[in-house]
């Protein structure tokens, strides 16, 4: 059975940074995704990358900003926040993905159950 855990969430300021985690049991060798869903809203790309880690993907609001990362041999994926802002407040899952295009949840069968990231300004 295929899992996703994520940590690394919580409360920082407007400008700091935090490392979002996702360890996976499954599927070592597929693209992975990280996805937010603010309050009242739908659940939003925010990155990917491929299953060597040899292309990832942005949301463009994100960019420069978030680094996606995996360690296949630990079977995790990462997410690097900088220079967050209060808009980038939500929840944050991590997704495996099985077809389809990498920037829309219906492409990704996996989910964790997310954490919860909060800047404050």
């Known amino acids: 059975q295929v899992q996703l855990v994520e940590s690394g969430g919580g409360l920082v300021q407007a400008g700091g940074s935090l490392r979002l985690s996702c360890a996976a049991s499954?599927?070592?060798?597929?693209?992975k995704g990280w996805f937010r869903q603010a309050p009242g809203k739908e659940r939003d790309f925010v990155a990917a990358?491929?299953?060597?880690?040899?292309?990832?993907y942005y949301k463009d609001s994100v960019k420069g900003r978030f680094t996606i990362s995996r360690d296949n041999a630990k079977n995790m994926v990462f997410l690097q926040m900088n220079s967050l802002k209060p808009e980038d407040t939500a929840v944050y899952y991590c997704?495996?993905?099985?077809?389809?295009?990498?920037?829309?949840?219906?492409?990704?069968?996996?989910w964790g159950q997310g954490t919860q990231v909060t800047v404050s300004s």
């Open positions: 997704a495996i993905h099985t077809g389809g295009a990498v920037v829309e949840p219906s492409a990704y069968s996996y």
């Open positions: 990358i491929s299953w060597n880690g040899g292309s990832t």
């Open positions: 499954g599927r070592t060798f597929s693209h």
